[in-house]
């Protein structure tokens, strides 16, 4: 995992296979809070920082494919 204090607000969100997920609005505690603007289904979604597995200049880079991330969010891909 990587180190959740380096990442920021609106920084993207990017899955294993590389497709988007979101954008960073902020941490909260040890998850992930991401805006609404691009949200599948309208609504803040929020993602545990243990699905992290690098921060690389302004990307997050998740375990999860995007598709599977965005669907846990009710929304699909």
Known sequence: MANIDEIKE????????????????????????????????????????????SVDGDNVKISQTAEAARAAFGGGA
Do not use: R, W, Y
Not at 15 to 20: A, K, Q
């Open 10 to 53: 609106d920084m993207k969100v990017v899955g294993s296979d590389g497709g988007h997920v979101g954008t960073v609005d902020k941490v909260e505690g040890d998850q992930i809070k991401l805006t609404k603007q691009d949200s599948p289904n309208g609504q803040h979604n929020f993602l545990s920082a243990d699905l992290v597995d």
